[in-house]
């Protein structure tokens, strides 16, 4: 009688092959303020793993995802400041200060002195220290973005059905994941058919 129980519980392989090869549910609205409270309505409802394609930005769009403010800014701030102390290092060991160093090959700095002005002078790092400030924190800012949103990734389940073609034209979609702990494939259609779509389908992976 425990064995039967047990077999029962099991979810079938036809079952577990179906989410594996389902990338998961869309819903398809017709206007900004549509799509607007479908987000409003499944951060709502807890999901997590869910996401809103849209064909242009709609204002206000990330606060009823949920999304929290991205912390790139941060990296990007440290990597500027990281530029600059690198930029104030590079030119005073280089022109005002002879300290030798081991850099893979010896390295020597040369007290270089004109017309009798000072070995360290701000005014004079200036231009550097800004140029460098400016591409260690612009490179940064596009590394980190590339890699925080998992780019480059040349194919995606959505380039797949037919009816999110549209996607950069009049419509926008939800999108939510089997990957989310929430998702039940008949719940979550059910959920999304509340919203009052023009369509709800499901993506194969």
């Known amino acids: 009688m425990t064995q039967m129980t047990m077999a029962t519980n099991e979810p079938s392989q036809e079952t577990t092959d179906s989410t594996q090869q389902t990338y998961g549910v869309f819903a398809e609205f017709t206007s900004p303020s549509k799509i607007f409270k479908a987000a409003e309505a499944v951060h709502a409802a807890g999901y997590r793993w869910w996401d809103c394609l849209v064909p242009f930005p709609v204002h206000g769009l990330d606060r009823a995802m949920g999304i929290k403010p991205t912390v790139l800014p941060i990296i990007v701030f440290f990597a500027g400041l990281t530029g600059t102390m690198v930029a104030l290092f590079l030119q005073i060991y280089t022109n005002s200060i002879e300290l030798p160093l081991w850099l893979l090959v010896p390295v020597t700095g040369y007290q270089?002195?004109?017309?009798?002005?000072?070995?360290?002078?701000?005014p004079a790092f200036i231009p550097v220290a800004f140029e460098m400030t400016i591409l260690f924190a612009c490179l940064t800012a596009v590394g980190a973005m590339f890699v925080m949103n998992g780019l480059p990734r040349?194919?995606?389940p959505v380039f797949r059905h037919p009816r999110l073609m549209r996607?950069?034209?009049?419509?926008?979609?939800?999108?939510?994941e089997t990957r989310d702990p929430k998702y039940v494939r008949g719940e979550t259609e059910a959920f999304l058919e509340s919203l009052d779509p023009e369509a709800v389908d499901r993506l194969e992976a």
Do not use: M, N, T
């Open 154 to 156: 040349l194919y995606h």
């Open 112 to 122: 270089f002195e004109v017309s009798g002005k000072p070995l360290i002078s701000a």
């Open 167 to 176: 996607l950069s034209d009049d419509r926008f979609f939800v999108v939510i």
